[in-house]
């Protein structure tokens, strides 16, 4: 039987590898004008490392145009959090404005979300594979915990920690086994 205080554990299921994300990018790039809304919205799942429905639930409003950054409602205990994104996504995201409904951004459902999902993603990895793939790659690049703690609504460095263990045990078996 499972231990239940077992930390979760990541494994190279669980998010995309670079060439899955190069080939993601391109798939959307292939489809940015003709498919604007769908590829704008799994960019910016994969830009925010935000839940699908932290996603969903963004409104006109929580688009701050001066920052280029866009608040995400937390989800499951986690924090709000106000994050930049890259200009070019920001502006897709403005482009986005007039075809919401009720204020909200993205007017369509989580299924909606995951049938879009199936339609592009590179590889049979679920949807939640983005935000490990942000978290992963935004702390090879810093080094920082605490921001990607901060990045992902975490409000206990605990469940943070998955990311600094994974990454720190695949480089120090390759520095050891190589």
């Given at each position: ?32 004008n003709k498919d604007p809304r769908n590829c704008t919205l799994l960019w910016t799942c994969l830009h925010s490392g935000a839940r699908a ?38 502006q897709r995201l403005v482009q986005e404005i007039p075809s919401a409904r009720e204020d ?75």
């Open positions: 039987m499972a231990n239940s205080s077992a930390r979760y554990a990541l494994n190279k299921n669980k998010y995309l590898l670079e060439p899955e994300v190069d080939r993601l990018e391109y798939i959307l790039k292939s489809f940015a429905q932290e996603v969903l639930n963004v409104r006109v409003e929580d688009l701050n145009t001066y920052d280029e950054t866009v608040f995400f409602r937390g989800l499951k205990g986690s924090n709000d959090r106000e994050l930049p994104l890259p200009s070019w996504l920001f909200i951004l993205f007017p369509i459902t989580y299924n909606r979300l995951r049938q879009i999902w199936d339609h592009y993603r590179p590889v049979h990895k679920k949807l939640h594979a983005l935000r490990h793939t942000f978290a992963i790659r935004l702390y090879k690049k810093t080094k920082d915990l605490r921001l990607v703690q901060v990045a992902l609504g975490h409000r206990n460095i605990t469940n943070t920690m998955v990311y600094a263990d994974y990454v720190y045990s695949q480089q120090e078996l390759r520095k050891l086994i190589l």
